[in-house]
T-cell receptor
Framework: GNSVTQMEGPVTLSEEAFLTINCTYT??????LFWYVQYPGEGLQLLLK?????DKGSNKGFEATYRKETTSFHLEKGSVQVSDSAVYFC?????????????FGGGTRLMVKP | GAVVSQHPSWVICKSGTSVKIECRSL??????MFWYRQFPKQSLMLMAT?????????EQGVEKDKFLINHASLTLSTLTVTSAHPEDSSFYIC???????????FGPGTRLTVL
């Protein structure tokens, strides 16, 4: 079956530090990959996505590249801000699974200190 | 656009009672909605897929008689936790496919505490 593994948190960084949150996946088909962000007290929001190998998703300074050879989709940001403090979820959607249901990783809490 | 709301945002109930949680798509119609459960510091686990006008599809291990789902209109799905027990305490999140049908939009979640 499908699964997503991401690094455990919390990740604590100082403002303007470089961020990497690792994510690897296992899928039977050709999945689309996503990063969602959950700010305190809010629902999940789509941060970025990539639908095929070598695609790079980007949004709000965050980037992730779909690496089929390493089955990875690591999230990166060059300079984090306090406002980036949130929980980040890596997820996949297997196109072979009708309905595009999502499989989530365990989530990684990011805390950015001023 | 594509806003999903949930009500209530939090609820406390006594063991043995039933609790209904509503999920609404505010500015679009959603033929398919999803219900997730999130334990503290853990990921979202899909409970069921709710289809307008038909029975919900439950994931393996989810008791359909305990977690009743009704998707009676294109903008509303409800999850009723029947005869709630403390182990049902959790964060329940719904989502819906947006107007283009290729992205899920999530509600803010409902925190249920069963005493």
């Amino acid at each position: 079956g499908n699964s997503v593994t991401q690094m455990e948190g919390p990740v604590t960084l100082s403002e303007e530090a470089f961020l990497t949150i690792n994510c690897t996946y296992t899928a039977t088909g050709y999945p689309s990959l996503f990063w969602y962000v959950q700010y305190p007290g809010e629902g999940l929001q789509l941060l970025l996505k990539a639908t095929k190998a070598d695609d790079k998703g980007s949004n709000k300074g965050f980037e992730a590249t779909y690496r089929k050879e390493t089955t990875s989709f690591h999230l990166e940001k060059g300079s984090v801000q306090v406002s980036d403090s949130a929980v980040y979820f890596c997820a996949l959607s297997d196109r072979s699974n009708a309905g595009n249901m999502l499989t989530f990783g365990g989530g990684t809490r990011l805390m950015v200190k001023p | 656009g594509a806003v999903v709301s949930q009500h209530p945002s939090w609820v406390i109930c006594k063991s043995g009672t039933s609790v209904k949680i509503e999920c609404r798509s505010l500015d679009f119609q959603a033929t398919t909605m999803f219900w997730y459960r999130q334990f503290p510091k853990q990921s979202l686990m899909l409970m069921a897929t709710s289809n307008e006008g038909s029975k919900a599809t439950y994931e393996q291990g989810v008791e359909k008689d305990k977690f009743l789902i009704n998707h009676a209109s294109l903008t509303l799905s409800t999850l009723t936790v029947t005869s709630a027990h403390p182990e049902d305490s959790s964060f329940y999140i719904c989502s819906a496919f947006g107007p283009r049908g290729d992205e899920q939009f999530f509600g803010p979640g409902t925190r249920l505490t069963v005493l």
